[in-house]
C-alpha cells in the first residue's frame, strides 16, 4: 500500500468519526434506532480504516491526525447545523486542529525497526 492510499484512507476514517460522533450524540444513549445504527457501521469502519492506516502510517501520527481531523469536523457540522455556538475564538481553535494534524502529515516519517518480542 502506498503512503498516499494510506494517508487517503486515514481521512476517510476522520470523516467517518466526525459521523460516527455526531450519530452517538442523536442516539439519544442509543435509544433511537437509525442514528444507533448509523453509530455502529461507520465506527467499525472508522476503526478498520485507522487500522489500516497505520501499517503505513506511525500510530501516534495516525492517531493525532485522526482524532483532530474527526474532532474538526464534529464541532464544525454542529456549529454549521445550530446544535453548537460559533465563535471567532472556537474558529481559530479549531483551524489549529486541524493545522496542526495536516502539519504532522507533511512532516517526515522514517521508518523504525521495532525488535520482535523474546520467546519465553
Given at each position: 500500500m502506498s503512503a498516499k492510499f494510506a494517508w487517503a484512507i486515514l481521512l476517510a476514517s476522520a470523516v467517518l468519526e466526525a459521523v460516527w460522533a455526531t450519530a452517538l450524540g442523536l442516539s439519544d444513549g442509543f435509544?433511537?434506532?437509525l442514528p444507533t445504527v448509523v453509530f455502529t457501521v461507520t465506527a467499525s469502519l472508522s476503526?478498520?480504516?485507522l487500522g489500516?492506516?497505520?501499517k503505513r502510517i506511525?500510530?501516534?501520527?495516525?492517531?493525532?491526525?485522526?482524532v483532530?481531523?474527526?474532532?474538526?469536523?464534529t464541532?464544525?457540522?454542529a456549529m454549521a447545523t445550530?446544535?453548537?455556538p460559533a465563535s471567532p475564538r472556537k474558529l481559530l481553535f479549531i483551524a489549529g486542529i486541524v493545522?496542526?494534524?495536516a502539519e504532522l502529515k507533511a512532516l517526515p516519517t522514517e521508518a523504525v525497526e521495532v525488535a520482535e518480542p523474546a520467546e519465553l
Amino acid at each position: 500500500m502506498s503512503a498516499k492510499f494510506a494517508w487517503a484512507i486515514l481521512l476517510a476514517s476522520a470523516v467517518l468519526e466526525a459521523v460516527w460522533a455526531t450519530a452517538l450524540g442523536l442516539s439519544d444513549g442509543f435509544s433511537q434506532a437509525l442514528p444507533t445504527v448509523v453509530f455502529t457501521v461507520t465506527a467499525s469502519l472508522s476503526m478498520i480504516g485507522l487500522g489500516i492506516a497505520v501499517k503505513r502510517i506511525p500510530l501516534g501520527t495516525a492517531y493525532a491526525v485522526w482524532v483532530g481531523i474527526g474532532a474538526a469536523l464534529t464541532v464544525g457540522w454542529a456549529m454549521a447545523t445550530g446544535v453548537e455556538p460559533a465563535s471567532p475564538r472556537k474558529l481559530l481553535f479549531i483551524a489549529g486542529i486541524v493545522g496542526c494534524a495536516a502539519e504532522l502529515k507533511a512532516l517526515p516519517t522514517e521508518a523504525v525497526e521495532v525488535a520482535e518480542p523474546a520467546e519465553l
